[in-house]
């Protein structure tokens, strides 16, 4: 048997927050997940994006502790167009979030701009830019 990539798994300090920054980006997460230790979401393709509280991690690793420095993980959300790239960003701020790098047209081809979820973890919203 081969192991095969399946999800990915966030430690989070306040599961409501977390949650709540993850629906504003389109994510389908049940209200009641708010106050559960572990959550799942389905993403698109089947892989899983999952929420741990430290407490929980804790449970089984107790002397576990967050990682020190920039980001500890980074995710990626793609936009159908530059201009809904914008338009995000500046939801997404207007909402409270932390902007990390303001919208800009990236040598590769992109729209691009990262803010921070509540556990300062760098999320990337991008798009192609016309050709």
């Not at 966030?10 to 708010?34: K, N, Q, T």
């Not at 799942?40 to 393709?45: D, F, I, Q, S």
């Not at 980074?74 to 997404?92: H, N, R």
Request: charge should be negative.
């Amino acid at each position: 048997m081969t192991a095969r990539f399946d999800a990915i798994g966030l430690v989070v300090a306040d599961m409501a927050a977390s949650l709540a920054f993850y629906r504003r980006l389109g994510l389908d997460i049940p209200a009641d997940a708010d106050t559960q230790p572990h959550v799942e979401a389905a993403l698109p393709g089947g892989t899983r994006l999952m929420w741990d509280t430290v407490a929980t991690v804790r449970s089984f690793d107790p002397e576990w502790t967050p990682p020190s420095g920039s980001h500890q993980v980074g995710l990626a959300f793609a936009c159908d167009s530059p201009a809904d790239v914008d338009k995000t960003y500046q939801d997404l701020v207007g909402a409270g979030v932390r902007g990390k790098l303001e919208p800009w047209d990236a040598p590769w081809g992109q729209r691009y701009a990262t803010v921070l979820d509540p556990d300062n973890n760098g999320i990337d919203v991008f798009a192609p830019l016309p050709s």
